[in-house]
Every structure is written in C-alpha cells, then in structure tokens.
C-alpha cells in the first residue's frame, strides 16, 4: 500500500468530477458517481457515507505502479467491492 503525500493525494482527489454548485475542494465524484468528500479520507465508518480511498487503476496484485498516474479517488465500499480488478460500482449518487 502506498504512503500518498499529500500533494500527491491531492493530485489524485483533482482526478475526481467536479459537482456543479459545490465547492470542489470539498465535494467530488468517484468514477462511479459516488458523493466522496476530501476531509473524510480513509473513512469506513457507514458504507454510503461520503468517505473515499486511493484506488489503484491497474492493481497492485496485477503490476500496478504506487503512481498518481495509476491511481484515482474512489468511495471507499467501490473500491473495497472491486472484483478481480474490475469496478462494479456498488454506490452511486443514486444508491
């Protein structure tokens, strides 16, 4: 696991789709849609909650680089339910 610095982290947050209306250095979108919130990184406490982890693009397990390149912001449970390295997208906006 990687040991992100925080300009690195922050790099990879930027990744994330800005949500018209909301402040962007707070509130973003994951790949998937999902509602995530820069100061609830590393948060797992409810699985819809707005908490996101870095995900690694092309797995660890599968070569993948510690790189902001490879990395992009997810809800922590989408990254968490990821299967054999594909996104399935378990939360959304919607869900």
Excluded: F
């Amino acid at each position: 696991m990687a040991n992100w610095t925080e300009e690195e982290k922050k790099k990879i947050w930027d990744k994330g789709e800005i949500i018209p209306g909301r402040d962007k250095n707070v509130w973003r979108k994951d790949q998937c849609g999902a509602i995530i919130k820069w100061d609830m990184y590393g948060d797992r406490s409810d699985k819809y909650n707005c908490g996101w982890e870095i995900d690694h693009i092309k797995p660890d397990s599968k070569g993948g680089e510690d790189i902001v390149s490879n990395a992009r912001p997810l809800q922590w449970y989408n990254n968490v339910e990821r299967s054999n390295g594909r996104l399935t997208c378990p939360v959304t906006a919607k869900k």
